[in-house]
């Protein structure tokens, strides 16, 4: 899609493009996260023109095998909504949020029941901390984007700098 360029994320879910320039019309349905407008998302679709020049956008092409939501076994409510998080859209395919982290403020325990897409518009440091008392420190830079598998449990503190995400939940 992209003239030759390489998408930064694929999988059989999601091809996830990182652009500054107008992609070719889209094969699929997508979500453009713009990284110069902070907690927004937009709807793109099929044969739609993705991307603008000069504007660096994360492209998320949806493609055609739906995810379904696992049940929810854990005791734990699910990841959204949650304080500090604002839904932007939702569709069949998506529910896209608007979340940040408050430093030394833990979400609650929480089940991920769908995969998700996280574009982080922020540089810090989250600890993730699952039930069992694990904890693993992710380093988060502005403009990466990494894939969420659902079937996750866990808490997260911001424990340095700020964290600021577009989270993509798959449906």
Known sequence: MAHGAEPILDNEHV???????????????????????????????????????????????????????????????LAFPRKHARKLLENAQVVVWDSVWQPGEPTPMHFHDKDAVVVFEATGTLKSTTPDGKSVINEIQFGNVRFGARNRTHSEVLVSGEAHAVITELK
Not at 35 to 47: D, E, I, N, W
Not at 62 to 69: F, S
């Open 15 to 77: 091809t996830v493009w990182d652009t500054a320039v107008a992609l070719p019309p889209s094969p699929h349905n997508f979500v453009e996260v713009s990284l110069s407008r902070k907690g927004t998302a937009k709807l793109g679709h099929q044969g739609d023109r993705p991307g603008k020049a000069g504007s660096r956008t994360i492209v998320i092409e949806l493609k055609d095998l739906p995810v379904t939501p696992l049940a929810n076994e854990t005791g734990y409510p």
